[in-house]
């Protein structure tokens, strides 16, 4: 069982950046490819950034790509998303997640893959 606690979110106006970071109780944490969802009320969680086990490929979606990075510490056992640019259409409750079944190099955007979840942070950007 792997714990996830998210932390690092917050207000902030349009074009800030905020750090999300992940913080996994797990001493096996470079076993899991890592990920980030959002979640605004009355829709569906999204993908927004994965990362592989060896932190090598990533993959984002199109709404975040150039603006959003993923990255992941195995000493101190985080995941961060490192977010710039921000829109008002950023707003939501992100989510971090932790899958144990991908291969070392693989990361994805299917959240059905993921296998242990945070209890989100809240993301608001005013405009």
């Known amino acids: 069982q792997v714990q996830l606690v998210e932390s690092g979110g917050g207000l902030v106006q349009a074009g800030g950046s905020l750090r999300l970071s992940c913080a996994a109780s797990?001493?096996?944490?470079?076993?899991?490819?890592m990920g980030w969802f959002r979640q605004v009320p009355g829709e569906e969680r999204e993908f927004v950034a994965a990362?592989?086990?060896?932190?090598?490929?990533?993959v984002f979606a199109d709404s975040v790509k150039g603006r959003f990075t993923i990255s992941r510490d195995g000493i101190v056992n985080r995941a961060y998303l490192q977010m710039t640019s921000l829109k008002p259409e950023d707003t939501a409750v992100y989510y971090c997640?932790?899958?144990?079944?991908?291969?070392?190099?693989?990361?994805?955007?299917?959240?059905?893959?993921?296998?242990?979840w945070g209890q989100g942070t809240q993301v608001t950007v005013s405009s």
């Open positions: 997640a932790a899958d144990e079944t991908l291969g070392y190099d693989s990361a994805t955007s299917d959240r059905r893959e993921y296998d242990y």
């Open positions: 797990t001493r096996t944490f470079s076993n899991y490819a």
């Open positions: 990362i592989s086990w060896n932190g090598i490929n990533t």
